[in-house]
């Protein structure tokens, strides 16, 4: 099989990633999270459940699709950076049993609506633990765009900015997760404001380059 088509072949697992990722975390999570106050949420989730059922499945699938990702992507940029590759691997096989353990929070609240059993405790509960485990999640979401973007800058598979903006993207998920401890006024600051969009410009740029145009032979 053609580079090229290597390429494409990642572009749309990297695609399935994208757009099961921004339906659950984005869409549906506006739809059914937007409220801080726990007895709003959970009447929103009783009221919203098919959405909620569909928010879960889609957040299963996304993990299915990422876990893919890196192998076929390994299967071009190898050549280019074993160690790399292998480090791009094990970060995305390290976030999935945090992925998992925070989406069972999820499907938690899912059979609690569905019997009629929900509270605003187990709301507030549940979205705490979901929180933790989706933040330890994102360290990692993060760690795998380090390698994979040095792998980028060094093959030319694709355009080598977009193997900045990876890497930069790598840099904007820790700071995400590790800035608030550090700084009370991370979130308004200036480094979080220039960060912010790296990695959703990285990946997606990534995405639609391999599915469009596919793998470009490397260059050294």
């Not at 480090?87 to 049993?97: E, H, K, Q, R, T």
């Not at 900045?164 to 700084?183: D, K, N, R, T």
């Amino acid at each position: 099989m053609s580079v090229r088509m290597q390429g494409r072949i990642a572009g749309l697992v990297y695609l399935g990633v994208v757009l099961t990722g921004i339906f659950t975390l984005a869409y549906a999570a506006s739809k059914l999270f937007g409220s801080d106050d726990p007895a709003i949420t959970a009447t929103t989730l009783a009221a919203k459940l098919g959405l909620l059922n569909a928010s879960n499945i889609a957040f299963l699938a996304m993990c299915a699709f990422f876990l893919a990702l890196p192998f076929a992507l390994a299967r071009f940029l190898a050549p280019y950076g074993r160690i790399s590759s292998r480090l791009m691997i094990a970060f995305v096989v390290a976030s999935i049993p945090f992925s998992l353990l925070a989406i069972m929070q999820h499907f938690e609240l899912a059979s609690l609506a569905g019997r009629g059993e929900l509270s605003s405790a187990a709301v507030g509960a549940g979205l705490e633990a979901y929180d933790k485990w989706i933040g330890v999640a994102s360290i990692f979401w993060g760690l795998w765009l380090a390698p994979l973007g040095w792998l980028v800058l060094k093959s030319g598979a694709i355009p080598r900015i977009i193997g900045v903006f990876l890497i930069l993207g790598c840099i904007e998920y820790l700071a995400e997760y590790f800035g608030p401890l550090v700084s009370d006024g991370y979130k308004a600051s200036q480094l979080r404001e220039m960060l912010s969009w790296t990695s959703s410009i990285g990946e997606i740029a990534t995405c639609l380059w391999l599915l469009v145009m596919g793998a470009r032979p490397g260059k050294d």
